[in-house]
C-alpha cells in the first residue's frame, strides 16, 4: 500500500484497517508512504505499529507536509507512526538515508527549520511527482 502527500495518510488508514479487520495477513500487508502528514493520534500510532510488520514513511528533505498538522502544546496531539526514512540530499540513486526509529524522532526531519515545497513535490531523482507515470508503463485493467 502506498501513497503520497494525503494519499500516504490514506495508505496508512486503509492498511491498518485491513489488518486489523483480518482482511489481508500482517505478513502480506506492506506501507509505504511518500511526504505523509501527520494522520492520527498517539494511540493510532502505536495500533499501526503493533498491527503493521512492515511499514515506513519517506521524507525528503525540508518537506514541510510530514510537519503537519504541527504539534501544538496544550492542542490535541497528532503524532507520526514508526518508521521514518528520512534523505537529507537530493534522493538519488546511491544517496545515503537515515533511519529514524522513533515517531517523530527530533534527529530526523524535525530537525529541519527552513522547509521547501519543492521537496514535497520531488521525490527520487528530483523528478517531479507529476511526471512519474509518464516513464511507459504500460497497465491496463483485464476485461
Not at 514541510?64 to 540530499?89: A, C, M, Q, T
Not at 544517496?95 to 529514524?100: E, R, W
Not at 526531519?109 to 527520487?124: E, G
Not at 531523482?125 to 512519474?132: A, K, N, T
Request: hydrophobic share 30%.
Amino acid at each position: 500500500v502506498t501513497g503520497h502527500s494525503l494519499g500516504g495518510s490514506l495508505a496508512s488508514i486503509f492498511g491498518t484497517l485491513a489488518i486489523h479487520r483480518k482482511y489481508f495477513d500482517a505478513t502480506k500487508v506492506k506501507t509505504i508512504t511518500l511526504g505523509q502528514p501527520r494522520t492520527g493520534d498517539e494511540n493510532y500510532a502505536k495500533a499501526h505499529d503493533l498491527l503493521h510488520k512492515y511499514s515506513y514513511r519517506v521524507v525528503h528533505r525540508k518537506d514541510p507536509v510530514p510537519h503537519l498538522p504541527p504539534k501544538i502544546p496544550g492542542s490535541d496531539p497528532v503524532f507520526h507512526h514508526r518508521y521514518e526514512i528520512w534523505y537529507n540530499n537530493d534522493m538519488g540513486t546511491f544517496d545515503d538515508y537515515s533511519l529514524c526509529l522513533r515517531a517523530d524522532d527530533d534527529s530526523c526531519s524535525n530537525s529541519q527549520i527552513d522547509l521547501q515545497f519543492s521537496d514535497h513535490t520531488h521525490y527520487f531523482w528530483m523528478m517531479p511527482l507529476s511526471e512519474w507515470g509518464n516513464w511507459g508503463c504500460n497497465f491496463s485493467l483485464p476485461h
